[in-house]
C-alpha cells in the first residue's frame, strides 16, 4: 500500500516561514509526479504545486507563486514545500500526493483527480 506521510506543520504568525515534508514508501518515489493540496475549513480542496519526477519543473497556484517552492530529493523519496511570507488566508489542511507516473501524462498535473493518492495531512495555522 503506497504510503505519504507528511510533517512539519504547525502555527505560525503572518511573513513567518514554514517547511512541509512528506515522505513516500512502497513505491519507487522517483518515477513519479507529486504534488500538494490544501484544504481550508469548509473550502473544496485546492490544488498548490506540482513537481515533475526528477525535480526540474515545477507549477504553483497563482495565490502561492513567489513564496511556495515546491522541491523533492529522489535519494530520500522526500517531497517538500517550502513557504515563506505566509498568509492568514494560507491557513489549511495541507496533503501531499503521487501523481501519475512517468510517461504517463504531462507533468503539469493540476487536476486532483489525476493524482491517486494523498496523505493523512498536515494544519497549517498562520495566525497573530
Known amino acids: 500500500q503506497v504510503q505519504l506521510v507528511e510533517s512539519g506543520g504547525g502555527l505560525v504568525q503572518p511573513g513567518e516561514s514554514l517547511t512541509l515534508f512528506c515522505a513516500g514508501s512502497?513505491?519507487?518515489?522517483?518515477?513519479?509526479?507529486m504534488g500538494w493540496v490544501r484544504q481550508a475549513p469548509g473550502k473544496e480542496p485546492e490544488w498548490v504545486s506540482v513537481?515533475?519526477?526528477?525535480?526540474?519543473?515545477?507549477k504553483h497556484t497563482d495565490s502561492v507563486k513567489g513564496r511556495f517552492t515546491i522541491s523533492r530529493d529522489n535519494a530520500k523519496d522526500t517531497l517538500y514545500l517550502q513557504m515563506n511570507s505566509l498568509k492568514p488566508e494560507d491557513t489549511a489542511l495541507y496533503y501531499c500526493?503521487?501523481?501519475?507516473?512517468?510517461?504517463?501524462?504531462?507533468?503539469?498535473?493540476?487536476?486532483?483527480?489525476?493524482?491517486?493518492?494523498w496523505g493523512q495531512g498536515i494544519q497549517v495555522t498562520v495566525s497573530s
Open positions: 513537481i515533475n519526477q526528477d525535480g526540474f519543473k515545477t
Open positions: 500526493m503521487r501523481g501519475p507516473p512517468e510517461g504517463a501524462a504531462d507533468w503539469e498535473v493540476v487536476d486532483l483527480s489525476d493524482y491517486d493518492y
Open positions: 512502497t513505491f519507487t518515489f522517483s518515477l513519479y509526479i
